[in-house]
T-cell receptor, first 114, second 110 residues
Framework: DAGITQSPRHKVTETGTPVTLRCHQT?????MYWYRQDPGHGLRLIHY???????DKGEVSDGYSVSRSKTEDFLLTLESATSSQTSVYFC?????????????FGSGTQLSVL | GNSVTQMEGPVTLSEEAFLTINCTYT??????LFWYVQYPGEGLQLLLK?????DKGSNKGFEATYRKETTSFHLEKGSVQVSDSAVYFC?????????FGKGTRLHILP
């Protein structure tokens, strides 16, 4: 599988503070995604990137921003964390745009906002 | 916008029972369709996929057929095992924007 590293693996923060989660990949995949996983909601797409400096919104992008300055790194920032953003965050990558491409997932970041 | 709807869980079956997990989608054009599985304590992994109408994806005894006329991609297995207990997610890829359903938790009893 693709070498995808998410950091940190766990984080506890307070309401109102900014938080940045990092996704690092070693496979030179073009596409990168951020999802959140919550009970009863499955996986919801936050933002995704189709290249360096090319990003787009997903289903639940409010309160989140992303940046991709290098192919290997995709950062997710919670501008002012709220308790509703307590979740498990997954990064995923995809090689290209062929119709048979699959996603490779990182191990997830457990974020708790108190 | 695009969306994926899965049957609510949890689904509880006895070993060797027949499994169906329903999935329907809404999308413009012709998305690719996927089933991913998440075993306890693990990340998601691809189970099977189909990229055009009438394609059948299959893996590990699971099958799903891309039905354009009913916008469906139902997951089936003829005889489930305890090891199939997991959460199953239906997903679509349309122009590289990948959307998942809410997931269906499956419990298999020995």
């Amino acid at each position: 599988d693709a070498g995808i590293t998410q950091s940190p693996r766990h984080k506890v923060t307070e309401t109102g503070t900014p938080v940045t989660l990092r996704c690092h990949q070693t496979e030179n995949h073009r596409y990168m995604y951020w999802y959140r996983q919550d009970p009863g909601h499955g996986l919801r797409l936050i933002h995704y990137s189709y290249g360096v400096k090319d990003t787009d919104k997903g289903e639940v992008s409010d309160g989140y921003s992303v940046s991709r300055s290098k192919t290997e790194d995709f950062l997710l920032t919670l501008e002012s964390a709220t308790s509703s953003q307590t979740s498990v965050y997954f990064c995923a990558t995809k090689t290209g745009s062929a119709t048979n491409e699959k996603l490779f997932f990182g191990s997830g970041t457990q974020l708790s906002v108190l | 916008g695009n969306s994926v709807t899965q049957m609510e869980g949890p689904v509880t079956l006895s070993e060797e029972a027949f499994l169906t997990i329903n999935c329907t989608y809404t999308a413009t054009g012709y998305p690719s369709l996927f089933w991913y599985v998440q075993y306890p304590g693990e990340g998601l992994q691809l189970l099977l996929k189909a990229t055009k109408a009438d394609d059948k994806g299959s893996n590990k005894g699971f099958e799903a057929t891309y039905r354009k006329e009913t916008t469906s991609f139902h997951l089936e297995k003829g005889s489930v095992q305890v090891s199939d207990s997991a959460v199953y997610f239906c997903a679509l890829d349309r122009d590289d924007k990948i959307i998942f359903g809410k997931g269906t938790r499956l419990h298999i009893l020995p």
